[in-house]
């Protein structure tokens, strides 16, 4: 194989580091490495820069400063808008999430579920969709929180959260709405001031907008019953203990300065999706594209081939320098293919072989290109070696299995 | 890589792939022996045929001179395929000497397997029996004559122990003593059994009670167990409020708001070439989707909220709200 230029098209994983943020972060790992709580100038410049931070990240999401919290990922947000919610109102036991969250939520939830709350868990449709007759269907009068994602990280499936969350506080203002926008900040305009405005929680993170790893926030709307996650100190108005993380805050703050000017190349993203994924239509027979019957991400797009295994079709993709993802059962470290395209019933003999590829600002046509002449070939040659399928014909065996998901 | 290959696993793959002379990809042509394991919905199934030079006078005598497959699977499940096919045509087998290759034997060829991806190895094994069987079948050998049990025989018809696999309870008994499995990990890195929903870990005749029967309870110790799960058997509190005392029964409310929107709200709906449907009604709120010409109006949510509203908190009961859906 020998050396190789590598494609990378996995940003829902995670992203390349922009230089510009780098740069935005160097000062705080060399001179300015004060604790911004401390009691002196040079201190009190480096909170002031802290201050500016805030806005900056606030302002992606359109939420005020003050009701931005910085924390150590989106997990943390995550788990603590849920438990935090649960602690805050103990007297409602009941929680709707849905069947497709990223594990961040969903084992939250079922931690809830063990620990004596109820919780719902909304179906999807075949193509991703949530319905909100399900929705409505689900609230009770004791109903604590909503968690519903924005965008769904292996699908890219844009969740309609803004109405659900408008549907949800009409019928009782005290139900607390969260949403995992993990994946849509940076991709998609969030607006908390606008089409948001009945969302009470908001987790993101940095590394899937060109940040590094290791810092994320949770919005929090001013009046929303939650309690502290992380304890032990008075840091974030005392809402979130530790000392805060200044460099990747400050690179993170840069990421999102960038991110809004970037926003306008959805467009240009989406038609790189849409080149590859009419190739990969026109040229891979028995091939799902799962999510594109409903409103989804710019950059994602997610392939289940019929009768081959995603892990094998990853392993030939990294062969060829090209970076993706699979829902595979054998890329899961568990046994069981993607909770998410089960979900939405993908048929038993695509599940297994479900590949995505997710780009970002970064990514070239050539890039594009490159996997539109590649994957074809990987897929013809795994399939070579299938039980289920006949070269001669190019198409399954006539005792293939198919028909009723698994 | 989430997972660790060995370079021949990787090599073993990579040559398959590419179809490079000497690799075994695809079938016998009028085959000796065929045999199958695993299915599509476990993510891996192994189609494994051979041809054997045929010995004129005693079937035993027969060797296997060329061996095949194709398999629906993960690079090591390839890759183990690939050996399985080597390991015999190297050694000229009998179909009764091929028996003898084990799991282990596979795995050595491959030098190493990740303990998570055994059952790449396992699964050769199984197809490679099977394939005997069928081989004896053809060539009207009586492999119980000869004092060779195959244990799959029969297997498929136990009790399904581990649903998400389809796999049997004589199965997972063989396989435990067999490849001297002591643990539910253990038993799932083998041969996938308790590796998808893990209902069957601790359930009444499941993996654990299983294990405690083929080794005795301490021959792996029982981890601790938490009480038994909330999630479904919780009590939902707060069931929905009473109406007011002396009111309508909730019944009666709902009848009647069907009743309105039925004679007075739909109609006018209509009338413009839209719709209504109720999607859901409680707790005093009734929950409506607007359809038909109304649906894409910028203006639906506002005739919802004070045309269908007022209508119904005149008609019905002041107390009623509607959210639009």
Known sequence: MGAKSVIYADNNATTAVAPDVVEAMLPYLRDRYFNPSSMYDPADAVARDLAAARRDVAALVGAKPAELFFTSCATESNNWAIFGAARATPSRRHLVTTAVEHPAVLEVCRQMARDGYDVTFLPVDREGRLDAADFVRALRPDTLL?????????????????????????????????????????????????????????????????????????????????????????????????????????????????????????????????????????????????????????????????????????????????????????????????????????????????????FSRYTTGAEVDRIAEVFPRIVHQLRRLSPYWDMARNAPRPDAPGGSPA | MAWEYSEKTKQLFMDAVHGKPGTHLGEVENPDGVGEHGSIVCGDALRFTFRVERHDGDPLKDVIVEARYLTFGCTSAIAASEALCALIEQRRYTPIQALKITNKDIVDYLEGLPAQKIHCSVMGAEALQSAVHNWAQRRGVDLEKLGIHLSMVGEDDGRIVCKCFSLTEPYIRRKIRELNLRTIPEITAAIKAGGACMSCHHAPGGLQDILDETWGRGGAARPARPGPAAAAGAAAPAPAAPSAAGGPSPFRVMKEIERVIAEQVRPMLRADGGDIEIVDIKEGVVYCRLAGACAGCPGAATTLKLMVERTLKEQVDEHLRVIAV
């Open chain 1, 146 to 358: 909503v968690t519903v994602m924005h965008a769904n990280n292996e699908t890219g499936s844009v969740f309609p959260v803004g109405e659900l969350a408008r549907i949800a506080k009409e019928t009782d203002p005290a139900i607390v709405v969260h949403t995992d926008a993990t994946q849509s900040a940076g991709k998609l305009p969030l607006d908390l001031a606008g089409e948001l405005k009945h969302v009470d929680l908001l987790s993101f993170s940095g590394h899937k907008l060109h940040a590094p790893k290791g810092v994320g926030a949770l919005y929090v709307r001013r009046g929303t019953p939650l309690k502290p996650y992380l304890l032990g100190g008075h840091q974030e108005s005392g809402r979130r203990g530790g000392t805060e993380n200044v460099p990747h805050i400050a690179g993170f703050a840069a990421a999102c300065r960038l991110a809004r000017e970037h926003l306008a190349e959805a467009g240009r993203i989406a038609d790189l999706r849409d080149r590859l994924e009419r190739s990969v239509r026109a040229n891979v027979p028995f091939v799902e594209v799962n999510g594109a019957g409903a409103p989804r991400l710019p950059n994602t797009l997610n392939l289940a081939c019929h009768f081959i295994e995603g892990e094998s079709i990853l392993y030939q993709l990294n062969a060829h320098g090209i970076c993706a993802s699979s829902g595979s059962a054998c890329t899961s470290g568990s046994l069981e293919p993607s909770h998410v395209l089960r979900a939405m019933k993908v048929p038993f003999t695509a599940v297994h072989g479900s590949v995505r590829f997710s």
